[in-house]
């Protein structure tokens, strides 16, 4: 199974849920897997150093384990775009330093490997290359992750229309419901995820609905139970 870059259609669309959720489905089918955030701000300092939740949550998914850093070598402290958090850190990440960090980990062949982005597709890297740029390095397939709140649709579409102008395919789109109120109306929420269906040209993965589970574990496995493999499914 071949490796897949994550991205979303805002900052917190639920990219890690999803990512999580799919490991863990993976993981359930008994197949090993490997999940890397390259690049995460907003980290904690702990006594092992830099430690950021989204990576965390792809730790607990990666089988057989590995070691923190290799799931996210550049780990800043504070909650802004990353770009912006690695220049306070005095730290300049280009994307050939990532390719040469997530090289080694994807050579490991795990049967699914996801690469989480951060927030959207057009987020800075440094202020020359943006983030998703390691994709199109990488020439991999992209599932997107649409937050499910009012705009969904016209941002759904903007995204899938910029990973198709960099040349990319899109692999599935997942999504997760953000706004309650989104849903409130069964015709019209069917109605708005019938014309993602529709514009996005790539299968639907899964709605996530709104989750009453607590902890990035019962998360993930909350997640699994709506959603399907990209490409197996």
């Not at 780990?75 to 300049?92: D, E, K, N, T, V």
């Not at 992750?145 to 040349?167: E, K, N, P, Q, W």
């Not at 997942?174 to 015709?187: I, R």
Request: charged content about 20%; proline content about 6%; some cysteine.
């Amino acid at each position: 199974m071949p490796a897949y870059f994550v991205t979303g259609t805002d900052t917190d669309a639920g990219k890690t849920l999803v990512t999580s959720g799919l490991l863990a489905l993976a993981r359930r089918r008994g197949l090993t897997t490997l999940g890397l955030k390259p690049v995460a701000s907003g980290c904690k300092e702990t006594a092992q150093g830099l430690r950021n939740a989204d990576a965390l949550a792809l730790e607990a998914q990666t089988r057989p384990a590995l070691p923190y850093a290799t799931i996210n070598p550049f780990a800043f402290a504070p909650a802004i775009a990353p770009h912006l958090a690695a220049r306070r850190a005095g730290a300049a990440p280009t994307l050939k330093a990532l390719d040469d960090h997530v090289r080694a980990p994807l050579d490991l062949d795990r049967d699914l490997a996801l690469i989480e982005g951060a927030g959207g597709w057009r987020v800075p890297l440094n202020d020359r290359e943006d983030l998703s740029g390691l994709a199109v390095r990488l020439e991999l397939p992209v599932i997107l992750v649409v937050g499910l709140r009012l705009g969904a649709i016209s941002h759904a579409r903007l995204t899938f229309d910029a990973i198709r102008a960099d040349g990319l395919r899109l692999a599935g789109w997942v999504g997760n419901l953000l706004d309650s109120g989104f849903a409130s109306d069964d015709a019209l929420y069917g109605d708005n995820l019938a014309t993602l269906d529709a514009t996005l040209d790539a299968p639907c993965l899964g709605v996530v609905p709104r989750l009453a589970a607590e902890g990035h574990e019962a998360l993930a496995a909350a997640a699994a139970d709506h959603l399907v493999l990209p490409d197996v499914d």
